[in-house]
């Protein structure tokens, strides 16, 4: 399960950095999302993946780790923030700007803008 586990983690933290490397704004934000997935699950799984650990008192003898738990809750919560700034703040580029490259330009070199 930690191989497993690994492996997901390891795909979608090189999908993200791959998508922040993108020169759109949609693949930015996408790119951000992936990467705060990755992050979350590699915090949840810090606490350890043992089956049978109770999460409420009086359920079990063994109880997992509530520190992950309530981390990963706090990141999910700030993430959607932040998703929800970014759009807003693309919706705003896009409309100021007339595309929805990152740098500002549409693809053309400097020599062509001139």
């Given amino acids: 399960m930690e191989l497993l586990m690994s492996i997901v983690i390891g795909v979608l933290t090189a999908c993200g950095v791959l998508m ?3 020169a759109r704004t949609f693949a930015v934000m996408l790119g951000l999302t992936m990467l705060s997935y990755a992050v979350n699950l590699f915090i949840f799984v810090s606490g ?9 008192l009086g359920r079990s003898d063994i109880y997992s780790d509530p520190l992950p738990q309530a981390l ?13 700034f970014l759009v807003i703040l693309a919706i705003r580029a896009r ?4 595309n929805d490259h990152v ?8 020599e062509d803008s001139a």
């Fill in 20 to 22: 922040l490397l993108r």
């Fill in 48 to 56: 350890g993946l043992t089956a049978g650990k109770g999460a409420v």
């Fill in 103 to 110: 740098d500002g330009n549409s693809g053309k070199s400097q």
């Fill in 72 to 84: 990963v809750l706090t990141a999910i919560v700030i993430g959607f923030a932040m998703t929800a």
């Fill in 95 to 98: 409309a100021d700007l007339g």
